[in-house]
């Protein structure tokens, strides 16, 4: 039996949700649980090992799955707040969304996966109608797939006043021609993914340097097919491809498509605000991180943790070197807990200074994250270390209470004086 | 201009707040804004620094903000739930509490304030008619002051299984007779508290280990006249004694009061359980804290925290002893950055271990917390040290980014062949 | 210029380092930086993409960084105190791995490999003259490789008693026969691997439990090519196969090999002890963790952990519904700041829990943690998010000057009443 | 039996001791087990409570253990590196540090006590000859006690550019007169101290910055006679006068004293550098702390910790409200674990933005930080909340198990399709 429904339900939301939503929270639930959990392992045994097939084949069971979920209601709960969607509320959703994260599938199973939500929001606000026919429709059928490209290597990617892909407009403004690379694209790998959304400098000579980019609606398939678009390559995020979804790498060499945009020229910015939130609007750190405060102070955190564990590394060995291991046990134990944990904190630290360059198969970061954290198991666990050192610690306690006797016995005698 | 109340609001409770409710929450604002923070200061001043007067004489202030608390109808608001009460929720109180909990004087002010509200919440739950007439209904006037006394030294206070405090009937059962010490009585020693409800074994005779305990109905005043009830000293809190409050002492020796107790024999488990929350049954740690697991890795983890500490202090000082102590600014600094705070945090673990007595004057620890936080500021503080030792290390970075440059040149060679 | 070597060498340990030793290190520093860290990204191009032949050939640069470390005396350093070695301490020895450890095939290139180190002392320690010549001197020499293994799957791997791998002695005691599974076999997977050295239950009717097990030593290319010994496939870590030298599980079908063991029948527990440490005498944890103190608290705290994080996320969703996106900024930040890092901290803890199988495909774990580590990231990192939450906050400052002026200019006021 | 010495010595240390240092040390670590630990309780007992004796009446018991201390050889153990001292390293006394710093009255035993050991240091260091004979020979005598006079309210403390106390020379230079304030000055309430170092700004007309202060030393004891320099008060550490050594604010107004300067004019800031370390370059903060990006990410943590636990709160109140505190077990439990650790550590955080101020008396926070911390233990400890919150959880074990039986049963049918 699984635990009930309302224990996932905190008490401060419970009158916040409608009859309906209620009843398909149920669902969810249950089809997470019956279906999708048990799908899992069944859709990575069915996704190839072969490296091409892994992005050309989906596992079938995802529509199976499609299938059930859609005649059970389970569809597009994500579209809040439009006439598109099934009319749930954002509070719905988050609560249903506790569930859908259980598994690997039910996302895509619901039709309510990244990218294609945030994208279809897009398309949900600001397609005019020719765009919704193409685009809208088909993403809320689940029929194709979509991508975003905004990241660009080498640049703050969440600031998207630095994006610099090239879009020159032809003469007669009908078309527009690309130059430049996109990276960390989700779901451009997929064998599905039909139309890209690419935030491109159209306008460079904007004075205003909000105004100065656009999105780009791509059909996808055509794009590829003209070999001036490629894909180079996914990106690996802790060492997973992601497949067939990908994380990619996309060149645009002279690709000419025509001039169809999302929204307005020169509302790019504000497009990709309300795609991502808040957090779009910060300078580039990573390679200047030098000169700010906040990485200075964590520069020097780190320079403490390094010196204290050469230190404790090197009492050790010492210690080896002179008595043997068999009598260096604290001073062994005491390295091997503290030195892996300590590294892979630096390691994390690492890796969220350098940003998605630092997940990816680009820096050795994430290898060496791996390295430290097997460490903290492979050479027995933190865990039975610390008991064991713990143990040793605690048999001088005998000693200690027998010194305390001896001291509370002298305080006694000082103070009948 | 203050912040708006409705800021202090989450969006999730907003349509659970009644209309009195939230125009009281309005009053409590404006009212520890515009008077409590104002006369914290005062009161501190008032309030006598004579060892013996800070006991006896409750600074006038507090009177005039009762009274004018009383008029706002801001009075006993965390009564909630009983026909005694004002008529809020507990999620009314919770949110008003937010701003009594800005001011010292505010929940006094406005009859809120530990321990009287748990003690008026046992008398309106349990208490017979002449309870509520002799106690409750002055308690709810805010004219006297009452005091729990609960927690013995030397044993889990926590839980009340634990608690041995001798109450023998007299052969008619008409009074009982009370031996034995009780400490961290809070409020006993204001000079107002007239009622002790106090927690003693009466029944040790029965099978059921939580039916040996009742809780006591004292009149404190006629008690201490006896000279059979004495107030030793107040406890200390990290240095404070929280007068006229006081955290006391309290000692019975054959004091005999009438035989008067809140609900039946055998119940005091079931009202302490209801006045303390779920956290009354506990077994004992401290005194034998060396048999337990969580203890034992603690133990470790302190052990490993003092010998990095050590390492690191030794390195500086064989560094000044080498090359002077300009030439060891980076190995100081980590040294004062890393050990007071490395010692606090062992010793804020130790305080916890001990409980009640760690906080008192009768272990060393709080002194030691005290002189060990003062180091994070007095000798420069953290961030100071922090900072200087981060931009020594940034220094670095030229280096290093030569060294990369060649390493990159060299990489791109071999790559070739 | 890169960093000088006496920046990298504590005043503690300065004088303990012989001539031989200092120079050595410089030699070390020197052969990393300008060999080994330009290599890393060679040896990771020709390491193949194949499924097959990544576990066949080895990327060809190792083999001429091999040679370059011989000439230069880099070799064998990890040996100390034994006559086999090259002459460096403990100490030494861990001064060079500061420098070993900053490229991935720095290691190999000096013979000063995981998992051959180990393997390589506990056959200087305990083989036999036939032994010695067979493995221990091309293992010395880097012409073959070994492989310890020891884990199994299930079971508390870091404790030897739990070991229960059947080798069963045939009539004559000439030979032994293995039936079972070993997992987490480091480098089993890699083409030169010819040794393995198998912890196994071969002597259950001894009555002392630390003398029921020995270290059978297997020549592995015949095993495998007997069919009774395979390599199922290897274990991945935080999703990679670490090809060529991989953590394989392996199976062992009624395999028939000579008797042939390391140090005497019955002290497979003792070898163990000197190659893990101290830590491999441990109870299981992960399935029975539940009466476990130390995880009962934990899971607790894990608890405390989701509980907040799932009203931050409602908080934020029912603010959008209400006034839309843009006006619950503050929110959206909180939300996406404590999420993710919760979430990940929580994964974390999970592997730790499950150990080795943590770490594997076999659980989601690696994948969920890669997925809640790329959220701290994609979404616009938490630093973005902080920094913009932390200055909306700071506006807050002239409101909170302002009503503090009035409050001390009432403080004032009444203290001279 | 204690400890072994041998066991607070680490292995890398051990041959840089010299065997008058390891005598000396084990001297040290029995004198303050034998004699200085039990002193502590009958020094504060000897102290008095009267709020006028404890500024004027030393404890008795600590002559006696000078004089001890003193035929023993453990005296001014610190003064490492001159003539004057004993002739230790400081390696060595770091390791004496070890001993001293388990009591309160070992360091005053030994004279080596805070702030009389840099006082010396400095004068050792820079005093003329009758400074020498006047000052600094009954200072190592353990005679008269010293001040250093730095601090002053409202400025970044720690770095002496900002310090403005007047120092005016008379017409002949002969003299000096003082105007201004100065506070936490550690050692000024006792009443054996005889010599006050000042850093006053003598020179402000001097163009570079870092030569505009000089150290006046001063005779305390004339000065205070005088009525033109008074002892205001002392400043509380979390509620601790820290008598009669005291922390105190001394008030200047026209003191006109003899033009005594240790070292030369202008040579002050020097001359703290040497005595306070590398930590006195820093800017202010405090005041302005909401423009630096390191406190802005601060505040950023503090909204989110508060926010989240104000919802946990709520909701636990909402659930009593609701169904009763009996079924509100869980809520509450979380509420009182994640609560005061939460605002105590918000609070702490605090007092390192407020500095000095931040721990004495001036701003409620060291009350605040009390209440916080005593409530960790009061209303049952975290580790009582946790355990019965874990156990809880745990409970779930079964249900959650029985669900994954049936995923895997279903996982298993699906593989077979």
């Known amino acids: 039996m699984s635990l009930s429904l309302d224990s996932y339900i905190p008490e401060l939301v419970r009158d916040k949700i409608s009859p309906k939503g209620y009843e398909t929270l149920a669902k969810v639930k249950k089809f997470v649980e019956e279906e999708c959990i048990p799908a899992d392992e069944v859709y990575f045994k069915q996704l190839s090992n072969d490296p091409t097939k892994r992005w050309t084949e989906v596992p079938p069971i995802i529509e199976d799955l499609k299938a059930k979920a859609r005649k059970l209601g389970l569809w597009n709960m994500f579209l809040a707040g439009y006439k598109d969607g099934p009319g749930f509320t954002n509070l719905e959703y988050?609560?249903?969304?506790?569930?859908?994260?259980?598994?690997?599938?039910?996302?895509?199973?619901?039709?309510?996966?990244?990218?294609?939500?945030?994208?279809?929001?897009?398309?949900?606000?600001?397609?005019?109608?020719?765009?919704?026919?193409?685009?809208?429709?088909?993403?809320?059928?689940?029929?194709?797939?979509?991508a975003f490209l905004m990241t660009e290597k080498g640049i703050s990617s969440s600031n998207a006043l630095n994006i610099s892909l090239k879009a020159e407009k032809t003469s007669q403004g009908r078309e527009i021609v690309l130059n430049g690379t996109k990276w960390f694209a989700s779901g451009a790998g997929d064998p599905r993914t039909s139309v890209w959304l690419v935030m491109a400098k159209t306008t460079p000579e904007s004075e205003n340097p909000y105004k100065r980019h656009s999105v780009i609606v791509i059909d996808a398939k055509k794009a590829l097919k003209t070999g001036n678009a490629k894909i180079i390559r996914p990106l690996h995020v802790f060492g997973f491809d992601d497949a067939p979804h990908g994380h990619c790498e996309v060149q645009f060499n002279n690709l000419k498509v025509p001039f169809d945009l999302l929204d307005k020229e020169g509302e790019g910015f504000t497009l990709i605000q309300s795609r991502l939130?808040?957090?779009?609007?910060?300078?580039?750190?990573?390679?200047?991180?030098?000169?700010?405060?906040?990485?200075?102070?964590?520069?020097?955190?780190?320079?403490?943790?390094?010196?204290?564990?050469?230190?404790?590394?090197?009492?050790?060995?010492?210690?080896?070197?002179?008595?043997?291991?068999?009598k260096a046990?604290?001073?062994?134990?005491?390295?091997?807990?503290?030195?892996?944990?300590?590294?892979?904190?630096?390691?994390?630290?690492?890796?969220?200074v350098y940003g998605a360059e630092g997940v990816s198969q680009?820096?050795?970061?994430?290898?060496?994250?791996?390295?430290?954290?097997?460490?903290?198991i492979a050479d027995g666990p933190d865990e039975a270390h610390l008991n064991q050192l713990g143990k040793a610690e605690a048999k001088k306690s005998k000693d200690i209470n027998e010194l305390y006797s001896k001291i509370y016995a002298k305080t006694k005698r000082l103070s009948k004086i």
């Not at 000169?291 to 955190?301: G, P, Q, R, S």
């Not at 320079?303 to 010492?318: H, M, N």
């Open 94 to 146: 988050g609560l249903m969304a506790q569930f859908l994260g259980r598994s690997h599938v039910a996302p895509e199973a619901t039709n309510t996966n990244a990218p294609d939500t945030g994208n279809m929001e897009l398309f949900a606000k600001y397609a005019n109608e020719e765009q919704r026919a193409k685009w809208l429709v088909p993403l809320l059928n689940g029929e194709i797939r979509s």
């Open 277 to 326: 939130g808040p957090a779009s609007n910060r300078e580039i750190f990573g390679k200047l991180f030098i000169t700010k405060e906040l990485f200075i102070n964590d520069v020097a955190e780190r320079r403490i943790e390094l010196e204290r564990i050469k230190l404790l590394v090197l009492e050790a060995a010492l210690k080896i070197d002179l008595v043997g291991s068999k």
């Open 329 to 352: 046990k604290k001073e062994i134990s005491i390295a091997k807990i503290d030195a892996p944990r300590t590294v892979g904190k630096i390691i994390d630290w690492a890796i969220q």
């Open 362 to 376: 680009d820096t050795p970061l994430t290898k060496l994250f791996m390295s430290a954290r097997m460490l903290r």
